[in-house]
């Protein structure tokens, strides 16, 4: 699929939005009979497009517009202060790629949830909606393990690769451990990892201004974002 094809969309359901208090969302869905691989994705992250298991959509919420797709170019990334200490304080994890969410991801996961998100409308008991929400059928999908020294997981950061870049889809970690800030570090992780395969991107999904789930976002620079002229960077002071 190439820039200017125009997947069939289907327009979802108003809901209560999860970033912002007392607004309704509302996304629109790529055809799920639309035939999907890597660069077809990858193609329709640059139009700001996202994944959810292995459907494709992008918010249409009437009223708001404050889900902005961002992408990081990883070759002019330079950590701030706060970003280069929190590299130190993880430098005795193990790094390692690995395909399968297995019982071990699972139960992390699970914890995570527990501690970070209650009644955030993502039910941690269930292990299918586990696996159906972070793999896709169709995408090259694998997941930066960070281990200690005794081999126990303490965070996963799932990715997608597609041929210009690495999306990150989702990551979760030990809550119990808020002095290694391994959320921060799983993306120190990805943007590494992207530039060891020579890929120009990571794509970060929806930075939301004002959200306390996703303005951490803007910490990442120089971040560019999507806007009616194309992509450009964004003003995140």
Request: proline share 7%.
């Amino acid at each position: 699929m190439t820039r200017h094809e125009r997947p069939r969309l289907l327009l979802g359901t108003e809901h209560r939005c999860s970033y912002l208090a007392g607004r309704l969302a509302r996304s629109v869905f790529v055809d799920p009979q639309l035939a999907l691989d890597p660069p077809r994705y990858g193609a329709l992250l640059d139009l700001g497009f996202r994944r959810s298991g292995s459907y494709v959509y992008r918010p249409a919420c009437g009223n708001c517009q404050e889900c902005r797709p961002v992408r990081l170019p990883v070759a002019e990334f330079r950590a701030t202060r706060a970003q280069r200490r929190c590299a130190r304080d993880n430098a005795d994890l193990r790094l390692g790629l690995e395909s399968e969410l297995n019982a071990e991801h699972y139960a992390l996961y699970r914890r995570y949830l527990h501690a970070r998100h209650p009644g955030g409308g993502m039910d941690p008991e269930d292990r299918d909606a586990f696996r159906s929400f972070l793999s896709s059928a169709w995408g090259c999908t694998e997941v930066i393990a960070l281990r200690d020294g005794a081999g126990r997981l303490l965070a996963g950061g799932v990715i997608d690769r597609v041929p210009q870049g690495l999306s990150a889809v989702y990551t979760y970690f030990e809550p119990g451990l808020p002095e290694r800030s391994l959320g921060t570090y799983s993306i120190l992780t990805e943007i590494e990892h992207a530039r060891t395969l020579g890929l120009p991107y990571l794509y970060l999904g929806y930075w939301v201004p004002g959200s306390p789930k996703m303005d951490y976002k803007r910490h990442f620079r120089p971040l560019e974002v999507l806007g009616a002229t194309g992509w450009g960077r964004a003003d995140t002071r």
